[in-house]
């Protein structure tokens, strides 16, 4: 009896002790952003326009660079290409150095988790010039930023998470959205597709289970006038009304 007594306490002890099981979420409905250190930047970087990504894991170091990177060295060349810790990472006058460094840096900064890396950045004489890329957590790429001359400018890319089917193509112009742009199902299919000449047209980004998670209209590449958001479940969540790209009001309904 004595014994089930202890027992009895240890499992009510547990009981309050408990904290309530927090609402499991689904796929649909985990929205993650690349986790890169805060500290690790001189400078924002941006994500992809329906601000949504998983960060990390997929192996930047192979072979011989395995046993260097678990001794935490900074820098490799990995096919002929710097790869350096974006920790190292310094902006001065706008252009973008290796540490201490007084020539504008060319190469691949990337930030690393152990032997995995989850996001990446391309310069060219100091300046962004090729991708930045975010990779999933099953090392695929995820979403795919073109830059020229330190714009973003070309075919940005962006894949679903559990296939690496791709699940948006979006043209950028100086820096503006401006041109094509298309949503994709899961499977291939279209969802939408407009052309923003001179960036304007209807926005339409899409939940990864194919329904619409925000809409509002873009005028010279901008966001203008008002732009509605969407839970996973269709259900409306906020109105922001914006001028040139900055937010006016914001009203929240879940």
């Known amino acids: 009896m004595k014994k089930m007594k202890i027992a009895i306490g240890v499992i009510l002890l547990a009981l309050v002790g408990c904290t309530p099981l927090e609402k499991k979420i689904s796929d649909e409905e985990r929205i993650l ?21 998983i960060p990390q894991t997929d192996i930047i170091h192979t072979g011989q660079n395995v046993a260097l990177a678990e001794n935490a060295v900074t820098e490799i060349t990995l096919n002929g290409i710097d790869q350096v810790n974006i920790a190292k990472k310094q902006v001065r006058n706008k252009l973008a150095y290796n540490g201490n460094s007084t020539v504008p840096f060319t190469g691949t900064f990337a930030a690393v988790v152990g032997v995995h890396k989850h996001y990446t950045e391309d310069y060219r004489d100091g300046k962004l010039s090729g991708y930045k890329i975010w990779y999933s957590e099953a090392g695929r790429v995820g979403l795919k930023e073109p830059y020229a001359n330190g714009v973003k400018n070309g075919v940005q890319e962006t894949y679903y998470r559990n296939t690496g089917n791709i699940r948006s193509r979006i043209t950028y112009s100086g820096g503006r959205i401006s041109g094509p742009a298309t949503w994709y199902d899961n499977t291939g299919k279209i969802l939408h597709q407009e052309d923003f000449k001179g960036g304007n047209g209807e926005w339409i980004a899409y939940w990864d289970n194919g329904k619409v998670r925000e809409k509002g209209r873009l005028a010279g590449g901008l966001q203008n006038g008002e732009w509605r958001s969407y839970t996973p479940k269709g259900e409306l969540e906020k109105i922001t009304n914006y001028r040139n790209g900055s937010p006016l009001s914001q009203e929240w309904l879940k």
Do not use: C, H, N, W
Request: overall charge negative; hydrophobic content about 35%; aromatic content about 10%.
């Open 33 to 53: 952003l690349p986790s890169v250190p805060k500290q690790a930047y001189d400078v924002s970087i941006s994500t992809m326009p329906e601000g949504e990504f």
